[in-house]
C-alpha cells in the first residue's frame, strides 16, 4: 500500500515501518556502544555502508565489488570487536525476558498483599554498610531480587545463616578469610561469603574506582540483584542497579534506592 511518493521513490507503510525499526535498531546499538572505543569503529563501519551503497547506486561495479568484500569480511570483524558490548545486549533480553525463573514465580507467592517482598531484611544490611564505611573496611553485598544467583554463591563459600549485622561484620572484618569478595544474600539469608563476581568492561567508569566496584557493576549487568560497594580508601557507598552505578550516597540514599528497586513490583 502507498504510502507517498517521494520524487521517483514510492513509499509504502511497510517501508516506513522498515525505516522506523533500522532507526531504533540503529539508536539502541549506538547507546549501547557510546563512548567506547567500539563506538568510532561502528560509526566507520556505518559510513563504508553509505559509501557502498552511494557507489552502488551510481553503478560503479569494481568499487562495489570491493566494498561488498570489505563489509562481508568486516562483518565477522565486527563480531569479534563487539563482543562484550554483544554480550551485554544479549543479557539484558535474557534479562528482561526470562519467564522461565522459577524464583520470580516463588517471589510472587511469597509477597504480602501490599506487594512488597518481607523477605530480607534491610536494616542489618544498611547498619553494617553505615558501620563498614565508618571504619574504611571494604564491603561488597549483593541483594537477590529475581534473578537466579546461586552459581555467583556456589564460588564462594556457602553458609546459609539468618542476616545480622555483627555476622556480616565479622566476614568483612580484615582478620576473617572471608572478607574478600562478595556476601551474597538471598531469600532472607546470607547464602554465602568470598563469592566472585563478573567484572564491568563499562569504559566510563571513573578511574578512581577500582575492582569491586567494578565488580558491583558488571554483577548489576549480568543480573537484576543490588549490589552495595562500601569503598575501604574512602568509606563511601555505593549502589549498582540494572548497569548503573551510584556512587557517593548517604545512607538515607543508599536506603531509599534499595527500598524502591527492592520492593518495586515484579515485571
Ligand atoms: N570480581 C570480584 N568479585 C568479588 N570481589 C572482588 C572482585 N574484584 C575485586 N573484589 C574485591 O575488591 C577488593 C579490591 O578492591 P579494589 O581496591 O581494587 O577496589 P576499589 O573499587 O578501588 O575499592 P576500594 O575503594 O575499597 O579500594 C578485593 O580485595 C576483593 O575483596
Redesign the pocket.
Known amino acids: 500500500m502507498l504510502a507517498f511518493r517521494l520524487g521517483f521513490l514510492d513509499i509504502g507503510w511497510l517501508d516506513l515501518l522498515d525505516i522506523v525499526l533500522v532507526a531504533v535498531l540503529i539508536y539502541q546499538i549506538y547507546n549501547l556502544v557510546r563512548g567506547s572505543v567500539a563506538s568510532r569503529v561502528f560509526v566507520g563501519y556505518l559510513l563504508v555502508y553509505l559509501a557502498y551503497l552511494l557507489v552502488k547506486a551510481l553503478g560503479l561495479n569494481l568499487m562495489t565489488t570491493i566494498l561488498e568484500y570489505f563489509i562481508s569480511v568486516g562483518a565477522l570483524a565486527l563480531i569479534i570487536i563487539f563482543q562484550h558490548e554483544i554480550r551485554r545486549f544479549l543479557l539484558l533480553i535474557g534479562k528482561s525476558t526470562n519467564l522461565t525463573n522459577s524464583r520470580r514465580i516463588r517471589r510472587w507467592l511469597l509477597r504480602d498483599s501490599t506487594g512488597v517482598d518481607t523477605q530480607t531484611p534491610l536494616k542489618p544490611i544498611l547498619d553494617t554498610c553505615k558501620a563498614l564505611g565508618a571504619e574504611f573496611s ?1 564491603g ?1 553485598l549483593v541483594l537477590q531480587k529475581n534473578d537466579d544467583l546461586e552459581k555467583f554463591a556456589q564460588s564462594g563459600e556457602l553458609i546459609d545463616a539468618d542476616i545480622s549485622k555483627p555476622l556480616l561484620l565479622a566476614i568483612f572484618s580484615q582478620y576473617s578469610p572471608l ?4 556476601v551474597i544474600i538471598s531469600d532472607g539469608r546470607i547464602r554465602a561469603a568470598r ?5 564491568s568492561e563499562d569504559d566510563e567508569l571513573p578511574p578512581s ?7 558491583a557493576l ?1 554483577m548489576s549487568e549480568a543480573t537484576d540483584a543490588a549490589v552495595i ?1 562500601v ?4 568509606g563511601r557507598l555505593a549502589l549498582a542497579l540494572n548497569g548503573e552505578l551510584y556512587t557517593n550516597l548517604s545512607q538515607p540514599e543508599l536506603e531509599s534506592r534499595l527500598e524502591r528497586y527492592l520492593h518495586e513490583p515484579v515485571r
Not at 195 to 199: F, K, T
Not at 209 to 215: D, S, V
Not at 231 to 234: D, G, I, K, L, Y
Open positions: 571494604g561488597l572478607h574478600d569478595g562478595a563469592c566472585i563476581l563478573p567484572v574506582l577500582g575492582f569491586r566496584h567494578r565488580a558488571g560497594a569503598s575501604e580508601e574512602s
